[in-house]
Every structure is written in C-alpha cells, then in structure tokens.
C-alpha cells in the first residue's frame, strides 16, 4: 500500500488507481439469468425450499444470528409458498430515501450504492444456483418515515431515489431488481385514525421504565441522521433528536397497524440487525450491506475502497467518523459508468 501521503507520486498514483478499477470489476458480480418458472415435484417442494432459505441465510449475506423456531419458519412458510409456484420469490427490500448529509457530499447514488447492489447481486446468484427463478427483488423506498421523523428536503429525497434507479439499469440488474416503490404511495393513508392509534401505543411503550435504554439508542440514532443548521445548541439538538426518534416510532407503529409490510407472500429484508425499531420486524432477512461482515447502510456515507490491513482493498462505506480515522485521497478519472458521481473513487488507509 502507498506511503499515507495525500500528495502521491505520479507513479503510485496510477498503480492505486489501476488496483482501484480491477477490484471494481471484481466486485461487480454478473446476474446469472433466471428462468420464468419450473416445476418441482411436490414431494420435494420442503426440501428444495428449505435449501434454498438456508443459502439465503449463509453468513455472507446475514448479519444477525441463525434464526431458529417461530422466526425460521415464518421465512420458511413464504420461500415455501413460491417454491410451490415454481416462480421467482419475491422479496421486498427497505431503502433509505436519500443520503445522509452529515457524512456524504451529495444526495445521489455512488460507489456505497454500487457494491451495494452488486452484493444483493451475489445474494440472488446463489439463490439461482439452488433454485433457477431465482429472486424478484423491489427496492422500497422509506420517503414517509423520513420525511416524518426527520423533515428531511423533498429534493435530496428525489434525486436519490431517481439516481438508485438509474444506476440499477446501468449494473444491468433489472432482471432481478423488479424497480422501485415509495412508502409514500400507501402511508397517506395513515392519517385515517393509525396514526392517532400509534401515537397512544408509542406513548404507552414509552412510559414503561424498561424500554428507557432502548429509548435513549434510538435517539442516539435520530442524532445521527438529523441534519441540522450550524451553531445549534446541544440542548436544542438533544430536544430535536428526542422528538425526530419519537415520530419514527410513531411511523413504524402505524405501518405495523396497518399490515400492509405483511400484505401478500413477500419477505422482507433490511440493511438493519432490528434493534432500531420498537417494534420487532418478525420474519426479516436481516443482510450485510456491502460485503461480508459489513452491516452500514449504503445511504450513511459515501463509498469507497480500504485497505484491509493485508494488502487488499474492500468496499467500505465512509462516514464522518470513519473519515477522521482513515487517510484518504480521491483517484480520479475512472470511466466505468456514464453516471454521475462515479467519476472518482475514494480510496483510504489507516495512517501508521
């Protein structure tokens, strides 16, 4: 790895960006096709459909432990019931409706997104290889949480939206990414009496002394996402905080009122581990992000590569934080897709 030296020679220069641009094509995983439909046997329907859960929950694409009882068989039952069809099994996945601008310098898709999907792509390969329909896979856009809990910009919240959409077409993963939906097409419906209905359950939970820890992690994580102006007092954003995590719960409250995430015979995943949420998602694909072992939203900052420590660079999401941590320097001049924001990677290192 280059000496940690933002002023690079010419000469480690290009061989950094070289290394940079042949670990992006590696990563870049290549959708085997699916077939429309097949026919399994109904006297191997349990078997192929347990095998093919379980390589849905190998450990690169799990970040919570091996689900077990009840939990298990709610994915079981839903694998099982498209197994049974013989088509591919669908699955909703939750997204985050823009960037977060306290760590990231825009609000669009970049290389966060990228290996993003380019690692659902390799979930959905090694589904193919045990079931050939494979996964229909819809990105679903939480726009109305966000929009609740934190007011976040319409703006930042569309232009991502769109740039997802546009980089899923341009990785050439439409055949298994079934486009995109917003929260927003069915949460208006909420103010027809779920949200007052939520509001007095949240308040209840709330009042219970045992949920005080889970309570002060949520806000912790409101904390983070919320974007506010300069100069704001710790007072004023303690408040802010309290009130952004209250609203998120309220929001998720009323979505699980409402039962629409449990509508039909789709599964569910998200880029979380469940803990920030008060109430529990049951039956959730909980997946790695970018890679294994990595369980940061692509959303959360903006992507780049990192030396691990043995001579390879890996995908990694970079926040505020991480930024402080890390020497980092930008390789220009990358012509891998004609989008914007791809033009440059960030490529990192930990300073000795």
């Avoid at 099994?89 to 997104?113: C, F, Q």
């Avoid at 229909?136 to 109305?144: M, N, Q």
């Avoid at 992690?217 to 303690?238: F, H, I, K, W």
């Avoid at 992000?289 to 995908?315: A, I, Y």
Wanted: net charge positive; charged share 25%; with cysteine.
């Amino acid at each position: 790895m280059p000496t940690p030296n933002p002023t690079l020679p010419q000469l480690q220069l290009e061989s950094l960006k070289d290394r940079a641009i042949a670990e992006i094509r590696r990563r870049w995983e290549q959708p085997i096709s699916p077939e429309r439909s097949c026919r399994i046997p109904s006297e191997r329907v349990d078997d192929t459909a347990r095998n093919v859960l379980d390589a849905m929950l190998t450990r690169p694409f799990r970040m919570t432990p091996f689900p077990e009882g009840e939990e298990y068989q709610g994915l079981f039952d839903r694998v099982r019931y498209w197994v049974g069809k013989g088509t591919a099994i669908r699955i909703r996945i939750g997204y985050g409706p823009m960037k977060n601008l306290n760590n990231a310098r825009h609000s669009r898709a970049e290389w966060a997104e990228f290996f993003a999907l380019s690692h659902l792509c390799a979930w959905y390969n090694k589904v193919r290889e045990n079931y050939s329909p494979g996964l229909r896979i819809k990105i679903v856009f939480d726009d109305s949480t966000i929009r609740m809990a934190n007011r976040h910009d319409h703006n930042h919240m569309a232009s991502y939206m769109k740039s997802v959409k546009a980089l899923v077409a341009a990785m050439g993963y439409e055949s298994f990414i079934a486009g995109t939906m917003r929260q927003s097409t069915f949460a208006w419906l909420f103010h027809f009496g779920w949200y007052q209905l939520a509001e007095r359950r949240v308040r209840q939970w709330e009042r219970d002394p045992a949920n005080r820890e889970r309570i002060e992690q949520m806000t912790d994580y409101a904390r983070r996402n919320l974007v506010l102006p300069a100069g704001v007092s710790e007072t004023e954003r303690d408040r802010l905080s309290i009130e952004a995590s209250h609203r998120y719960r309220v929001y998720n409250q009323a979505l699980q009122i409402s039962g629409f995430s449990r509508l039909g015979h789709s599964l569910i995943a998200m880029y979380l581990d469940g803990q920030q949420h008060h109430v529990q998602h049951r039956s959730a694909f909980h997946l790695t992000s970018l890679g294994k072992g990595h369980v940061v939203q692509p959303w959360q900052g903006d992507g780049g590569l990192c030396e691990n420590g043995r001579g390879k660079l890996v995908p990694t999401v970079l926040t505020a934080r991480r930024r402080d941590e890390l020497t980092t320097i930008d390789i220009p001049g990358l012509d891998i897709l004609p989008l914007e924001g791809f033009e440059s990677i960030p490529v990192c290192w930990k300073a000795d």
